[in-house]
């Protein structure tokens, strides 16, 4: 039973366009989300990352947006270029921003974003 | 760059043999974590540690044991390996949840590659 979800494999999108990923999750009590960008054969990069306590996280061209009675996140990239083509990954935990504890992190099996040119 | 190294990186074992992975952090971040990636699954928590000694199961822990001795070296270990833990896995850190920034995500390292046949 997965607690977060990415529906949608794949995305392609023109270069200078948008890119919206979608994320829903299940378990209410969670209270963190990030954003992990991941090429192939390397470790993922934390991208972006939003509290519960907001609904809109903005940085560069990077923009999350929190919908917390609907379950759902989604990643805005603006404009789209070649080089964001990558797997990402959304993630969420417990905790929030303050609980002293480990960021154990439950995450989505991935959305493989292709930017053409 | 995260500070984290991972060895081996590619690994091909027989069915029964025993496998250690080894991650090392130059961050002297106090949190240590494996993951496995697999397809349609995203990355899943194996185990964890809070400390030297000191560690805790995650989401897929079963067929796994780990050993924290140093801050800054965390080893995960397959005792009997089967074909399906066949998997790309990854170390992560971080520092207390609010402890500073960084303690509000984790960072990974770049994986290793484990082909059990």
């Known amino acids: 039973d997965q607690q977060v979800k990415q529906n949608s494999p794949s995305l392609s999108v023109q270069e200078g366009r948008i890119s919206i990923l979608n994320c829903d999750y299940t378990?209410?009590?969670?209270?963190?989300f990030l954003w992990y960008k991941k090429y192939p054969a390397e470790g993922p990069t934390f991208l972006i990352s939003i509290s519960s306590i907001k609904d809109k996280n903005e940085d560069g061209r990077f923009t999350v947006f929190l919908n917390k009675s609907a379950k759902h996140l989604s990643l805005h990239i603006v404009p789209s270029q070649p080089g964001d083509s990558a797997v990402y990954f959304c993630?969420?935990?417990?905790?929030?921003?303050?609980?002293?504890?480990?960021?154990?992190?439950?995450f989505g099996s991935g959305t493989q974003l292709t930017v053409l040119p | 760059d995260a500070g984290i190294t991972q060895s081996p990186r590619h690994k091909v074992t027989e069915t029964g043999t025993p496998v250690t992975l080894r991650c090392h952090q130059t961050?002297?971040?106090?949190?240590m974590y494996w993951y496995r990636q697999d397809p349609g699954h995203g990355l899943r928590l194996i185990h964890y540690?809070?400390?030297?000694?000191?560690?805790d199961k995650g989401e897929v822990s079963d067929g796994y044991s780990v050993s924290r001795s140093k801050t800054e070296d965390f080893l995960l270990t397959l005792e009997s390996a089967t074909s399906s833990q066949t998997s790309v896995y990854f170390c992560?850190?971080?520092?207390?949840?609010?402890?500073?920034?960084?303690?509000?995500?984790?960072?990974f390292g770049e994986g290793s590659w484990l082909t059990v046949v």
């Open positions: 992560a850190i971080s520092e207390p949840v609010g402890r500073d920034r960084s303690g509000n995500t984790i960072y």
């Open positions: 993630a969420a935990s417990q905790g929030g921003i303050s609980s002293g504890s480990a960021r154990q992190l439950t």
């Open positions: 961050e002297n971040h106090r949190y």
């Open positions: 378990n209410s009590m969670f209270d963190y």
């Open positions: 540690s809070y400390g030297v000694k000191d560690t």
